[in-house]
């Protein structure tokens, strides 16, 4: 399955879902919205949501007279396919690459570094 990526403004909307245990009603992704200090109207997060729905990310749920929102795809498979998506566009699927340039641009301070140092010697499966 292609995960499809988002624009910012659908991501919003979907960590809202995400952090609330992967379902919102609409009520409360408005709420979520509102203390992250967006003024959308209604339309636009309906369009949102709807765009949303139509990529496959999200499923409605009729609740009497409300609809729930439930994320289709969890946030860390979101994040493994964007990072795939971005790894294959600017590095040739080269995580290596990535990772140097993160280190080259000094955008890993030296604790980042040293943590990722110490998950990659005790081995993968080990912090999942």
Same mark, same amino acid.
Request: charge should be neutral.
């Given at each position: 399955m292609t995960i499809q990526q988002v624009?910012? !403004?659908? $991501?919003?909307?979907?960590?809202?879902?995400?952090?609330?245990?992967?379902?919102?009603l609409y009520a409360h992704i408005m709420e979520k919205l509102s203390?992250?200090?967006?003024?959308?109207?209604k339309n636009t997060v309906i369009?949102?949501? !709807?765009? $949303?729905?139509?990529?496959g990310l999200v499923k409605v749920k009729k609740i009497g007279r409300r609809n729930e929102y439930i994320a289709a795809v969890s946030e860390k498979d979101y994040q493994a396919a964007q990072t795939q998506v971005l790894?294959?566009?600017l590095y040739e699927g080269s995580a290596k690459g990535l990772v140097s340039a993160l280190i080259q641009r000094d955008m890993i301070s030296a604790e980042e570094y040293e943590e990722l140092k110490r998950f990659w010697e005790s081995g993968w499966n080990e912090n999942e």
């Open positions: 624009s910012d !403004s659908e $991501l919003e909307i979907l960590k809202i879902i995400w952090g609330n245990g992967g379902a919102a203390e992250a200090g967006y003024t959308w109207q369009t949102l949501l !709807s765009r $949303l729905t139509g990529k790894l294959n566009k």
